[in-house]
């Protein structure tokens, strides 16, 4: 998913430093996006930012923020991998 493996490595250090090794909050807000391209049905958008959820009880009401998202089109040949990770 990174073109820069070394950044993507030290975007995950710091997730780990800041949540820990498994994400009981639900900080991260991952988004499967299927159907993007009609002659390639296996292809998919992942999206990966801050669970807006999660956010929504630390923010008064009256606030505005803004999300920011790192969105990435996944080319797989086939379905296999998509559809074990969306039947768990």
């Known amino acids: 998913m990174f073109e820069d493996i070394e950044a993507g490595v030290k975007i995950f250090r710091g997730w780990r430093r800041l ?27 992942l999206a990966i930012s801050v669970n807006e959820q999660s956010l929504m009880h630390k923010i008064p009401s009256k ?4 999300l920011v998202y790192r969105m990435q089109d996944m080319t797989p040949a086939d379905s296999t991998n998509i559809d074990r990770f969306l039947h768990l």
């Open 63 to 66: 606030e505005r923020f803004t």
């Open 19 to 45: 949540i820990g090794e498994v994400d009981r909050d639900e900080w991260i807000g991952l988004t499967l996006i299927t159907g993007i391209d009609r002659h390639h049905p296996a292809h998919y958008r």
